[in-house]
Nanobody, 125 residues
């Protein structure tokens, strides 16, 4: 059973921090890339950050570079996204996914059409 379970969202003021977690089961993270897309009200879902299990390569959207850091514990099949210096425009539902190779441009990296349930991040000004 392929499953992604995520947690860590919440309400913070601008400049604050949150840490998201995504625990994968039913497949081995080593063979895939896992990370987050986000979707704000009225906007399209966009890639945020990803990490590749095989070598730890990372991807960051330009809007979060320097503020977000993605990491992984491969033995636990778990990925973490440390979000610092949060801005109101970061407000969105964040969805963990195994489709990261598509946005990161990792040719040859496996993909799964698997998504977490979403966790809401709200940043107040």
């Amino acid at each position: 059973d392929v499953q992604l379970v995520e947690s860590g969202g919440g309400l913070v003021q601008a400049g604050g921090s949150l840490r998201l977690s995504c625990a994968a089961s039913g497949f081995t993270f080593d063979d895939y890339g896992i990370g987050w897309f986000r979707q704000a009200p009225g906007k399209e879902r966009e890639g945020v950050s990803c990490i590749r299990g095989s070598d730890g390569s990372t991807y960051y959207a330009d809007s979060v570079k320097g503020r977000f850091t993605i990491s992984s514990d491969n033995a636990k099949n778990t990925v973490y996204l440390q979000m610092n210096s949060l801005k109101p425009e970061d407000t969105a539902v964040y969805y963990c996914t195994a489709l990261c190779a598509l946005v990161a441009g990792w040719a040859g990296t496996n993909t799964l059409d698997a998504w977490g349930q979403g966790t809401l991040v709200t940043v107040s000004s």
